[in-house]
């Protein structure tokens, strides 16, 4: 490939960016969110979990086995999490319950 076929290349790639979607950390005796990554776009890479937990004091503190991760795509909830005050994960279902306390 030639210079010219890279540049175009990373022009088209810097164009449509990336989509990457929010990571839920949890814990697994509570379902209390720990960490919500957010959601991110454009210029920027995927982080894998050890990278998440080494980056994040909040992670790292905690014994590995206190919490578990859920991965969502990007735009999942996107209404949900605008408009709750805050987020559990159900246990048993494993699906995400949005807190909306008006105040």
């Known amino acids: 490939m030639d210079c010219t076929s890279i540049g175009l290349l990373f022009q088209k ?3 449509l960016g990336v ?3 929010r990571r839920i950390y949890y814990d ?3 379902g209390k969110m720990i960490l919500d990554t957010g959601e991110r776009s454009g210029s920027v890479e995927e982080t894998a979990v050890e990278e998440d937990i080494k980056s ?3 992670l790292s ?3 590995p086995d206190s919490f578990k991760v859920m991965q969502l795509k990007f735009g999942d909830y996107s209404k949900e999490f605008a408009e709750c ?3 559990l994960v159900d246990l ?3 699906k995400l319950k949005f807190i909306n306390q008006k105040g």
């Open 13 to 15: 790639v810097e164009v």
């Open 19 to 21: 989509n990457i979607g």
């Open 28 to 30: 697994t005796e509570t």
């Open 56 to 58: 994040f004091p909040m």
């Open 61 to 63: 503190a905690r014994s």
């Open 85 to 87: 005050s805050s987020v």
């Open 92 to 94: 048993k279902t494993l």
